[in-house]
């Protein structure tokens, strides 16, 4: 069994930053590019950023400049820090493995795994 759990979210009020962790669990062998993606209430899910196995990064042009994926390859672990948070920022907060790759005892596997989310609330 592999696991995403992510964690970190909360209330802030706006300025403010949080920072969010995608813990991996698992017999896992290697996680490639790992994405952040939010959903607001009544709104589609959109990607705020992406890391990839060797570092590269991209982001989506509201968050420039204010939220920094990484990763710490040997926690299997991905943040993102989020700094001069916004009300619109207001969204729970999903990590997506697009390929991460796990045992299963007698092979490797490879498969998308999602995390649960975790709600974060931009508020005076």
């Known amino acids: 069994q592999v696991r995403l759990v992510e964690s970190g979210g909360g209330l802030v009020q706006p300025g403010g930053s949080l920072r969010l962790s995608c813990a991996a669990s698992?017999?896992?062998?290697?996680?490639?590019?790992v994405n952040w993606y939010r959903q607001a209430p009544g709104k589609e899910r959109e990607l705020v950023a992406m890391i990839s196995s060797d570092g590269t990064t991209h982001y989506l042009d509201n968050v420039k400049g204010r939220f920094t994926i990484s990763r710490d390859n040997p926690k299997n672990t991905v943040y993102l820090q989020m700094n001069s948070l916004k009300p619109e920022d207001t969204a729970v907060y999903y990590c997506n493995a697009e390929d991460l790759i796990y045992s299963t005892g007698i092979s490797y596997k490879s498969l998308k795994v999602w995390g649960q989310g975790t709600l974060v609330t931009v508020s005076s």
């Open positions: 698992g017999s896992i062998f290697r996680i490639n590019t």
